[in-house]
């Protein structure tokens, strides 16, 4: 069973440009999240999304950030008009559909690293 | 969600057992404590996680207090690959499935010496 997958694992852009990160749940999980991570600080969760579906987005910045997941394909955090400030690690991680039991757990993928020149 | 303290860092030898603590004396009674673990420029990776009671996989032990007000990972016998920053995270479940994002705090950055 294939991980969360994330690509392009490195992206640089120019300030102006636009960045596109793409995520791949696992199969079978119809939950995906994305987070930030900003240089020598901790993760900040971003936005929650199911299929076709924005949950929570208390965490995007109210400008230039946009994410989907569609029904069919990854799921996209779009970020236009790229800063310096938007250098960092971008993570995704999905889980699985309801559970009857309480509990549950993200499974982050490996992260895409932007970096904005 | 309920906050959580860990110490910033912490040492253990190789081979030897990793105890690392996590207290969360504000905890809901319907909120879970999570772990998961970063090693170093990877993405974050669930370890365990529970309610009330001790829990135990193929990774860690998890031991909650009676209280709930303070817990502790157990690494029976750390290598140096369990290098890595430790986060303890207190979560409430929702009962629709899947739930709102993970506040991850400073975590503890256990360092395992050769």
């Known amino acids: 069973n294939a991980g969360v997958m994330q690509n392009p694992r490195h992206l640089v852009r120019r300030r102006g440009q636009e960045a596109r990160l793409r995520c791949s749940p696992m199969k079978g999980h119809s939950h995906v999240y994305w987070y930030r991570q900003l240089p020598e600080e901790g993760l900040k969760f971003m936005v929650y999304?199911?299929?076709?579906?924005?949950?929570?987005e208390s965490g995007m910045p109210k400008e230039r950030f946009s994410a989907e997941f569609p029904k069919e394909g990854p799921s996209i955090l779009r970020i236009q008009q790229v800063v310096r400030g938007d250098s960092a690690a971008y993570f995704c991680a999905s889980s699985p559909p309801n559970k009857r039991e309480m509990g549950y757990e993200q499974y982050f993928g490996p992260g895409t690293r932007l970096t904005v020149t | 969600d309920a906050k959580t303290t860990q110490p910033t860092s912490m040492d253990c030898a190789e081979g030897r057992a990793a105890n690392l603590p996590c207290n969360h004396s504000?905890?809901?009674?319907?909120?879970?404590v999570y772990w998961y673990r970063q090693i170093h420029s990877q993405g974050p990776q669930y370890i365990i996680h529970g309610l009330k009671n001790n829990e135990t996989n193929e990774m860690a032990s998890l031991i909650i207090t009676e209280d709930r007000k303070s817990s502790t990972l157990i690494l029976p016998h750390a290598t140096l690959r369990d290098t890595a920053v430790y986060y303890c995270i207190v979560r409430a479940a929702h009962s629709g499935g899947g739930a709102d994002g993970l506040t991850f705090g400073k975590g503890t950055h256990l360092i395992i010496q050769p």
């Open positions: 999304l199911q299929k076709e579906n924005i949950i929570d």
């Open positions: 504000t905890i809901s009674g319907n909120e879970y």
